[in-house]
Structures are given as C-alpha cells and as structure tokens.
C-alpha cells in the first residue's frame, strides 16, 4: 500500500508499520515527510480495520534524526510560527488508537520529540537519544520542552535541553524515557508483540483509555477523575464489558468487537 515518497508504509492484520525512509539524510524530516505523516496519521484516524501504528526509521542506524538541517536553515518567522512538525506531532498524539515508536537508533531534536509523542517507546541497545537543538541557536520546538518534563521530570528535562546531552537506550530507560530495552534485531518483532498484546483487550476501553490518561495530563484530578466515572459509566453499557466480564467468569479467552 505504499504510496508514499519519504515512508515505507505497510499493514499486517490490524498493525499499520510506518517506516521513515530517508537515508540519504539520515530519515531528517522535511516538509514533504510531514505531510506524508499527515497522510498516515488521517488514514489511521479514519480506516477501522487499523488498530495501531508502529512508527521505525529505515536502518539500523537511525529512527529520525531530526529536522532536515538544509531546509532548517532556511526557516524564517512566518515558518516558525507555523509550527509544521509541532502541528503533526500533536496530531499523533492525538490519534486515538495506540501508537508505538521503535527507536532502532539514533533519535535526536525532532526524532525524540517524535517518539515522546508516541504512546509506547521501545528502543534497541544501541539507540541514542536527546534535544541537540541549542548547539543550532534554536530550541526543541516540535513539543520538546513540554513532553520531556512529563516523562522524565522538570530537573531531568532542563538540563538534557540545555546541555544537549544524549543518552544512550539504557539510561533513557532508567529515567522513563523509554519503556524498554531490546537488542536491534528483535525490536521489530518485539514492537508487532506489544501492540497485538493491546489490540487482544477492548477496543473501546483502550480508546478511551488513552484519551484520559493524555487529557488528564491538562487538568485537575478532581476534573480527570470525573471524566474518568464518566467514561467507566459508558464503558458499562457496551457489549465488550459484557463479553469481557462474561469471558472471565467462564474462563474462556474473550471476544471483542468494539461495541
């Protein structure tokens, strides 16, 4: 189903693989990448039969390094407050179905903010992370110094932008940056594992499961934990908690159809 220029994109039952592929600079994205993911990112959004995204780079080198530094250099004020990559990067948080970023390599400035806006990072041994950005004169602008500080801490956060440090896999996975750890060859088989392990559970309660956690982030906990009865009150009425309970006391592996 490729149809794509900078994207390798392919589907295997529900599991939709986007593949970055721009290796002749280093997966960077540029504008014409954005819009591809853009691309994907709606046909996610809007074909049933996919149940999640897994989001790699080509190689075995690189996820995403970045922003393409050639057409950075030619960004002025009215691209900036654009936010093109900022704007995707919402959109993929946004997304309502799971999302997983497997970082097979180096994930650097726009490539770490690409995966903090995934749902699940699982990175290889030898993968690199970090926000290079000020050793440019620029900042993380793509979510960089507001997704960072929720996963690892304001402290942690500060000092990565400002020094430009980079992690490696193992230290990213002792902060959170990362949920896991695996050697490169089976991390594409281990990214297709976790997300059939969450396409098994109900679609529903996974959808609005991921919309409170992410939302609650914003708000109160008084005003998130009322959301929270709401959406549990509407999870009542549907089919999928009746088989899913049904199933459990019959001891028997359930059935989901999203209802």
């Given at each position: 189903?490729?149809?794509?220029?900078?994207l390798?994109?392919?589907?295997?039952?529900?599991?939709?693989?986007?593949?970055i592929?721009?290796?002749e600079?280093?997966n960077?994205?540029?504008?014409?990448?954005?819009?591809?993911?853009r691309?994907?990112?709606?046909?996610?959004?809007?074909?049933?039969?996919?149940?999640g995204?897994?989001?790699?780079?080509?190689?075995?080198?690189?996820f995403?390094?970045?922003?393409d530094?050639a057409?950075?250099?030619?960004?002025?004020?009215?691209?900036?407050?654009?936010?093109?990559?900022?704007?995707?990067?919402?959109?993929?948080?946004?997304?309502?179905?799971?999302?997983?970023?497997?970082?097979?390599?180096?994930?650097?400035?726009?490539?770490?903010e690409?995966?903090?806006?995934?749902?699940?990072?699982?990175?290889?041994?030898?993968?690199?992370?970090?926000?290079?950005?000020?050793?440019?004169?620029?900042?993380?602008?793509?979510?960089?110094?507001?997704?960072?500080?929720?996963?690892?801490?304001?402290g942690?956060?500060?000092?990565?932008?400002?020094?430009?440090?980079?992690?490696?896999?193992?230290?990213?996975?002792?902060i959170?940056?990362?949920?896991?750890?695996?050697?490169?060859?089976?991390?594409?088989?281990?990214?297709?594992?976790?997300?059939?392990?969450?396409?098994?559970?109900?679609?529903?309660?996974?959808?609005?499961?991921?919309?409170?956690?992410?939302?609650?982030?914003?708000?109160?906990?008084?005003?998130?934990?009322?959301?929270?009865?709401?959406?549990?009150?509407?999870?009542?009425t549907?089919?999928?908690?009746?088989?899913?309970?049904?199933?459990?006391?019959?001891?028997?592996?359930?059935?989901?159809?999203?209802?």
């Amino acid at each position: 189903m490729n149809e794509f220029h900078s994207l390798d994109v392919a589907r295997a039952a529900s599991i939709l693989t986007v593949t970055i592929n721009r290796p002749e600079a280093r997966n960077a994205l540029n504008a014409q990448a954005i819009a591809e993911l853009r691309a994907v990112l709606e046909l996610a959004a809007e074909d049933d039969d996919i149940g999640g995204v897994i989001f790699t780079g080509h190689g075995e080198r690189v996820f995403v390094s970045g922003a393409d530094i050639a057409e950075l250099r030619g960004r002025d004020l009215k691209s900036g407050l654009g936010g093109a990559t900022q704007r995707l990067l919402s959109e993929l948080q946004a997304l309502d179905k799971p999302t997983i970023a497997a970082i097979n390599g180096h994930a650097l400035g726009g490539g770490c903010e690409f995966a903090l806006a995934c749902d699940i990072r699982i990175a290889s041994a030898d993968a690199r992370m970090g926000l290079p950005e000020v050793g440019l004169g620029i900042i993380p602008g793509a979510g960089g110094t507001q997704r960072l500080a929720r996963h690892v801490g304001l402290g942690r956060a500060v000092e990565m932008i400002l020094t430009g440090r980079l992690l490696d896999a193992h230290e990213a996975q002792r902060i959170g940056l990362v949920s896991e750890v695996v050697e490169g060859p089976q991390l594409p088989g281990r990214a297709r594992e976790v997300m059939q392990g969450i396409l098994q559970k109900a679609p529903l309660a996974i959808r609005l499961a991921k919309m409170i956690t992410r939302t609650s982030m914003d708000t109160d906990e008084t005003t998130g934990l009322m959301v929270e009865r709401l959406a549990q009150a509407l999870l009542y009425t549907t089919d999928d908690k009746r088989e899913g309970t049904g199933a459990f006391l019959e001891r028997r592996t359930p059935e989901f159809k999203g209802e």
